[in-house]
């Protein structure tokens, strides 16, 4: 009663829609993981190259400053010190902030592209 030709067939047609259905629906999943891993690599790209540039014209702007406040302070040492304070100071303020500037920025980041459909 149950098996005759018609259900067999109905079976099998459900059996090969379900195996196409899974095999688009792994292609989906790549495609999103590839598209998600291109767009964190991207920003990373984009943070690194902003990094280093900003790195580079801080470095000029740091002997900039030293030399500009020589004639202030009376001495070279005197002026490279106190940049050097300032940036040891800023390290300060950035570590005691670290959780608002970065971790919390940082996780809204990669849950947004991690989670986003």
């Known amino acids: 009663m149950f098996s005759n030709d018609r259900n067999v067939e109905t079976i099998a047609q459900l059996i090969e829609v379900l195996k196409h259905y899974i095999g688009l629906q792994s292609e989906y999943v790549k495609l999103d993981v590839i598209e998600k891993v291109v767009r964190l690599l991207t920003v990373l790209t ?6 280093i540039i900003l ?6 702007l740091s002997f ?4 500009a406040l020589q004639p202030l302070v009376g001495s070279f040492i005197g002026a490279f010190l106190l940049v050097g304070g300032f940036y040891l100071l800023m390290l300060i303020v950035f570590v005691t902030l670290r959780h608002r500037l970065v971790e919390r920025p940082l996780v809204r980041f990669l849950g947004s592209l991690f989670m986003s459909k």
């Open 46 to 51: 984009v943070v690194a190259v902003f990094c």
């Open 55 to 60: 790195f580079i014209s801080l470095i000029y």
């Open 64 to 67: 900039a400053a030293a030399y």
